[in-house]
C-alpha cells in the first residue's frame, strides 16, 4: 500500500486511488467497463480483464471500510439472484455486494419457486426475462446452466457455481486474496488439494491462475482425480506431501459427498490421515505460506481445526474479499451493458 492509502497492483496494472469519484467510486475506476454482459467462468476471461476486476476490487474494498458503505452507482437496477443449490457464503455476499451498490435486489431459491411445480430452468429465464431485470446471478447443479441463461435472456448473467463446471466469482476472490497477501501470483506454487473431480472451483482457480502464471499443483486420491486435469496447465500428483512441499499457497477443497454415487475412498478417516491438511504438513510448504479453502469445511475430514483456524489462515479473508470482489464484477458488468448499447 502506497504512502497515500492508495494499492496498487503488483503486475503492471494501474493503480487504484481511494480518492472520490462519479457515484462515490474512486475516479480511476469509474470509467472502466467489461465489454461484456456477462461473466459464464474464467475461461471466458483474458488475463487483462482478470487484472481489470482485481484492480477494481482494491476499489470496491475501500467502499467497506467507509462509515456510509452504499454508493448509488446501480441504483436503478434490479438483479436477481437465482439459486438452485443451498449457497450461505455466495448467495450473502452478492446480495450484500448489490445492496452497496444501491440495486434493487430479488431473492428467488428452489423450494419457493415453480422449480417444485415441475417448471424448467429455460421456462424459468424466460419468465423472468419478462419481467425485465437487469441481470440475474445464477448457481445451479447443471453444468453449462449459466450459458443456457445467458442465450435466453437479455439480461446479464453472472455464474455463481453450475455443476461441476465453473465458479468464476470465486476463483477471481481467491486471485485477490492471494496478491493481496503475496503482492503477486506470477511465480507462485498454489497446490489445490481435495475432492478434484467435483470441484468446479478446481477448474476456475486453475484456469485462472495459470493465465496469470502461477505453478498450479493438484492433488487428491486416484478416484477424485479428473482424467486428463494435466490439461489444465496443472502438475497432478496422488501426494499431498509432494504438491504441499514448497508451496505459496495451499488451497483445501471440501470433499463433496452430496456429489458422490459410491464408494470413493474407504472412509473418511482414512481419508484425513492421507489428504487431510495437518500442522505437520503445513510445515513442508514455505514459512509463510497461506492457507485457503473455499467453504464450507469440513474439519476433521479435509483440514484440521488447528489449521483452518491458525495464524497463516486466510479463509474469514476470503469471505470478506468476496463482497469486495462481486461488487467489482456487478459494477463492471452493469456499466458495460449500457457501454455497449451506447456503442
Known amino acids: 500500500m502506497s504512502p497515500n492509502g492508495a494499492r496498487s497492483s503488483a503486475e503492471g496494472a494501474a493503480p487504484v486511488a481511494p480518492g472520490a469519484g462519479r457515484d462515490g467510486v474512486p475516479e480511476i475506476v469509474a470509467a472502466r467497463r467489461l465489454r461484456r454482459k456477462d461473466l459464464l467462468g474464467i475461461a471466458d ?48 455476499s452478492f446480495e450484500i455486494a448489490e445492496k452497496r451498490l444501491s440495486a434493487d435486489t430479488l431473492n428467488i431459491s428452489t423450494s419457493t419457486s415453480s422449480v417444485q411445480k415441475g417448471e424448467t430452468l429455460a421456462d424459468t429465464a424466460m419468465s423472468l426475462e419478462a419481467m425485465a431485470p437487469d441481470m440475474i446471478v445464477l448457481r445451479h447443479s447443471s453444468s453449462g446452466a449459466c450459458h443456457l441463461l445467458s442465450r435466453i435472456c437479455r439480461a446479464g448473467s453472472i455464474n455463481a457455481g453450475d455443476g461441476m463446471h465453473e465458479h468464476p466469482t470465486q476463483a477471481l476472490l481467491d486471485a485477490f486474496t492471494i496478491r493481496e497477501r503475496k503482492g503477486r501470483i506470477r511465480g507462485l506454487k498454489v497446490a489445490i488439494v481435495g475432492d478434484l473431480v467435483h470441484s468446479r472451483v478446481l477448474r476456475s482457480n486453475a484456469s485462472l491462475l495459470t493465465k496469470l502464471g502461477a505453478d498450479v499443483w493438484v492433488s487428491g486420491p486416484p478416484t477424485l482425480m479428473p482424467p486428463g486435469v494435466e490439461r489444465l496447465g496443472v502438475t497432478a500428483t496422488t501426494s499431498i506431501d509432494e504438491a504441499v512441499k514448497g508451496a505459496d499457497v495451499i488451497m483445501m477443497l471440501r470433499v463433496q459427498l452430496e456429489r458422490m454415487q459410491g464408494a470413493f475412498f474407504p472412509s473418511l478417516r482414512e481419508y484425513f490421515s492421507v489428504f487431510g491438511l495437518t500442522d505437520a504438513r503445513v510445515r513442508l510448504a514455505k514459512p509463510d505460506a497461506i492457507i485457503m479453502h473455499p467453504g464450507p469445511m469440513n474439519r476433521g475430514v479435509e483440514i484440521a481445526s488447528e489449521v483452518a483456524d491458525g495464524p497463516y489462515s486466510v479463509i474469514l479473508e476470503q469471505v470478506s474479499n468476496g463482497v469486495a470482489v462481486r461488487m467489482a464484477v456487478l459494477f463492471l458488468l452493469a456499466g458495460g451493458v449500457e457501454h455497449e448499447a451506447a456503442a
Not at 477494481?56 to 456510509?68: L, Y
Not at 458503505?69 to 449457497?87: A, D, M, Q, W, Y
Open 45 to 92: 476471461l483474458t488475463p487483462e480483464e482478470i487484472h481489470l476486476i482485481l484492480d477494481t476490487t482494491d476499489a470496491m474494498k475501500e467502499i467497506g471500510f467507509r462509515p456510509i458503505k452504499k454508493v448509488p452507482t446501480l441504483r436503478g437496477k434490479t438483479i436477481v439472484n437465482l439459486f438452485f443449490e443451498p449457497s450461505t457464503r455466495t448467495r450473502t
